[in-house]
């Protein structure tokens, strides 16, 4: 698939990482197409670099990893982009009463407050519930670690199951965006265990079942 992936920080340089040579064509949007680190990265991998808007223009799947906290304005600037795929991996975290956490929860999520910046477009929230590194490395975990996606849209989840599967996931639906409700507490579940608990960052969720 023509994937445009916004944002080329941990996540979005893991995954264009974790899908060259899976016969994508990857354009890296980038506010600074010249930054060295985005040119190093469109070097190892063979995606193009773009300015975000012109990269998300020539996508089929535009790929969402930007911090919240920028979020709005930048994907309100990818223009029109009704019809396309688009895969939120943002966790809407900022400072709450109770310290850093979700900033939104219960009666809406992240991923619908996108799909609202986005009229048109087929969101689907996904890759927000593991650290960036098992993105593109979890070939030698014991168990496919899953990843639950939550869209609206049945013809995009298959898409976005494909890329995930590249990636080396079990693809899981969780059912209709608004289940992002459901996924960005799992997203901030991974986050605690991974800093708080002392688990680490080297681990996912798994879906194992009785055969
Ligand atoms: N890190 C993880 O393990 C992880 C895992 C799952 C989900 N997530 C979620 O994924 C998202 C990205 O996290 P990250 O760790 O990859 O962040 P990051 O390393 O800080 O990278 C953010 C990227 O967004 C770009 N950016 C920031 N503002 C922008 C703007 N206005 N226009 C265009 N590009 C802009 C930055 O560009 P510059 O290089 O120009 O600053 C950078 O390339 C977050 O919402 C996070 O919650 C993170």
């Known amino acids: 698939m023509r994937i445009a992936i916004i944002g080329t920080g941990n996540v979005g340089g893991t995954l264009a990482r974790g899908l060259a040579g899976k016969g994508h064509a990857v354009t890296l949007g980038a506010r600074n197409p010249e930054a060295p680190a985005v040119v190093e990265l469109a070097a190892a991998t063979g995606a193009a670099r773009a300015a975000p808007a012109a990269a998300a223009g020539g996508a089929e799947l535009v790929v969402l990893a930007l911090p919240w906290g920028t979020a709005e304005a930048a994907v309100r600037a990818l223009g029109d982009l009704s019809g396309r795929i688009v895969v939120d991996c943002m966790n809407p975290i900022g400072r709450t009463a109770a310290g850093l956490g979700l900033t939104l929860g219960h009666t809406t999520s992240g991923g619908e407050t996108v799909a609202g910046w986005l009229p048109g477009a087929r969101v689907v929230k996904t890759l927000n519930q593991v650290g960036a590194e098992i993105m593109a490395d979890n070939a030698a975990m014991p168990h496919r670690p899953a990843m639950f996606m939550a869209g609206d849209d049945a013809a995009a989840k298959i898409a976005v199951g494909g890329v995930l599967a590249d990636l080396g996931f079990q693809p899981v639906d969780a ?37």
């Open 175 to 211: 059912g209709g965006l608004v289940r992002s409700r459901l996924l960005e507490p799992l997203g901030m579940l991974w986050i605690t265990q991974a800093l708080l608990q002392g688990k680490g960052r080297n681990w996912a969720f798994a879906a194992v079942a009785q055969t």
